[in-house]
């Protein structure tokens, strides 16, 4: 691999704590002093923030699919008739 | 962050929208209930339940799950918790040790979505290969074949390229340092 792609490997293995102790702290020492290093840290976090938010939004996205599956499905009319009698009924019963 | 890792090796695990099928019917009636009872409507049913489906299966693909109650005792468990957190804006301390395993869910900045919206359609294909190695239960062997790579080696390449392509997009978008941090 060339050494840009090793240095990104190295930075999730940063990230993520999978380097030996010592490497670790060694690690954090040299992206105090190479701001450049250091902004390269910055932004392979926030692309994992992104990564995190962008299968959420995923999942969410398959729930959605699976309850209109449901809902709309004309053999789950009887689950659909409990789920609307619930909001039907006085929530203090 | 969440990854899978090695679970894929140990165990085979639905995919999310099968255990979302599996799951739902069981589970929602007990959601509706809570929630009605709770003066909430179906639309907020729904979208807590879907945050508690959410969280419950991301745990179960990082293993982190120590069932002592079944699917849907601990997803209703997960609502509550979670509608408390909405009604109230704070987090309950608990002495249920289960409480203290669900995240909070930090919402994503305007700057975050703006990003977002942009690597959907511009960095799409490594966003979703990324996605496949971090959270998708697939180790690099699977990968490597699912995508027709020549080996794990040249998966794992592919895999950095696009954490340098995506993080060159994001430098693109001209966002400077400080825009990281509002």
């Given at each position: 691999m060339r050494t840009s792609l090793n240095e990104i490997s190295e930075i999730e293995k940063f990230l993520l704590h999978e380097?030996?102790?010592?490497?670790?702290?060694?690690?954090?020492?040299?992206?105090?002093?190479?701001?450049?290093?250091?902004?390269?840290?910055?932004?392979?976090?926030?692309?994992?923030?992104?990564?995190?938010?962008?299968?959420?939004?995923?999942?969410?996205?398959?729930?959605?699919?699976?309850?209109?599956a449901i809902m709309n499905n004309p053999g789950e009319s009887a689950f659909r008739a409990e789920i609307l009698a619930i909001f039907k009924q006085d929530p203090n019963d | 962050m969440r990854i899978a890792k090695d679970?894929?090796?140990?165990?085979?695990?639905?995919?999310?929208?099968?255990?979302?099928?599996?799951?739902?019917?069981?589970?929602?009636?007990?959601?509706?209930?809570?929630?009605?009872?709770?003066g909430g409507n179906l639309e907020e049913a729904k979208d807590i339940f879907h945050d508690a489906l959410i969280i419950y299966y991301e745990k179960l693909v990082a293993g982190k799950l120590r069932l002592e109650k079944s699917e849907d005792v601990y997803i209703l468990g997960i609502v509550r918790h979670l509608w408390l957190r909405k009604i109230e804006k704070l987090t309950y301390p608990s002495s249920d040790e289960s409480w203290d395993l669900i995240p909070v869910y930090k919402d994503p900045t305007i700057n975050e979505l703006?990003?977002?919206?942009?690597?959907e359609?511009?960095?799409?294909?490594?966003?979703?290969?990324?996605?496949?190695?971090?959270?998708k239960?697939?180790?690099?062997?699977?990968?490597?074949?699912?995508?027709?790579?020549?080996n794990e080696h040249s998966a794992a390449v592919q895999k950095y390229k696009c954490l340098e392509k995506i993080r060159k997009e994001i430098k693109q978008k001209s966002m400077t340092y400080e825009d990281f941090f509002k």
């Open positions: 380097l030996p102790p010592e490497k670790q702290v060694l690690f954090q020492a040299k992206a105090v002093l190479d701001k450049n290093l250091k902004m390269k840290i910055f932004l392979q976090k926030k692309i994992y923030r992104l990564l995190d938010l962008f299968h959420k939004k995923q999942l969410r996205k398959q729930a959605e699919e699976v309850h209109s | 679970v894929a090796e140990r165990i085979e695990l639905p995919t999310a929208k099968d255990f979302f099928e599996a799951i739902y019917k069981k589970a929602f009636p007990k959601t509706a209930r809570y929630i009605h009872h709770s703006t990003l977002l919206k942009f690597l359609t511009a960095g799409k294909k490594c966003m979703q290969l990324l996605d496949g190695f971090y959270y239960n697939r180790n690099l062997k699977n990968i490597s074949a699912e995508l027709g790579y020549v």
